[in-house]
Every structure is written in structure tokens, then in C-alpha cells.
Nanobody, 123 residues
Framework: VQLQASGGGSVQSGDSLTLSCAVS????????LGWVRQAPGKEREVVAS????????NYADFVKGRFTISRDNTRNTLYLQMDSLKPEDTAVYYC?????????????????WGRGTLVTVSS
């Protein structure tokens, strides 16, 4: 399975960005997907996850109401719409495939990872 995240960049506080992740090389439409980020000097943390159908989503408290995860199984693509960005959202964002079909905030459930995309938010 290959995952390629894109859409990162440098923005100002309050701006928006949309990340995309193209997934290929495997049957992932029956599996949950997620976005995970790693800020400088910090551990990776799950930002959001979405179940295999796109019917159920889960968000970390620190992004609730600001970020929206979605997927298009016909295009094999995962998205993360990020609004009202804050400097503390600065991190490398990774897309990942879970070993479960249900949403999960457990980092150890994600077994396939792509290269990350850097998001930098300045105040």
C-alpha cells in the first residue's frame, strides 16, 4: 500500500488548508483511514479518523470544530479540511490506513503510513 499526502504549506493563523492523500496498491476501501501529525519535538498524535464508508468520524479534542476529515473511495483519496489554523497546528501531517474498519484514535491501529506533508502556521 502506498500513501502520498499533499497540500501542506505555510499559512497565517486563522487561514485554511486542505490536505489530500492518494492511496494505492491495496484494498483499503474496507478499512478506516486517519490523519496523524507530529509536531517538532513531540510524539505523533492521531488528529482524525474516518470509517470505511465515510459514515463515522472521530476527532481529537484539539481540532474538533475546526478540521473535517472525508474520503472518496471512488477516487482512493482521503482529505483533511483544516480551518481556523493555529500556530500549535504546525506539524508534519501523515495519512494512514488502519487495520480496522471502524474509527479509532489509537495510534497503534495504523499500519500503513505515507510520507508526510508539512503544515506551518505563523501568528
Amino acid at each position: 500500500v502506498q500513501l502520498q499526502a499533499s497540500g501542506g504549506g505555510s499559512v497565517q493563523s486563522g487561514d485554511s488548508l486542505t490536505l489530500s492523500c492518494a492511496v494505492s496498491g491495496g484494498t483499503f476501501s474496507s478499512l478506516a483511514l486517519g490523519w496523524v501529525r507530529q509536531a517538532p519535538g513531540k510524539e505523533r498524535e492521531v488528529v482524525a479518523s474516518i470509517d470505511w464508508r465515510g459514515a463515522s468520524t472521530n476527532y481529537a479534542d484539539f481540532v474538533k470544530g475546526r478540521f473535517t476529515i472525508s474520503r472518496d473511495n471512488t477516487r482512493n483519496t482521503l482529505y483533511l479540511q483544516m480551518d481556523s489554523l493555529k500556530p500549535e497546528d504546525t506539524a508534519v501531517y501523515y495519512c494512514a490506513v488502519s487495520r480496522s474498519s471502524a474509527v479509532t484514535s489509537r495510534l497503534d491501529y495504523y499500519r500503513y503510513w505515507g510520507r508526510g506533508t508539512l503544515v506551518t502556521v505563523s501568528s
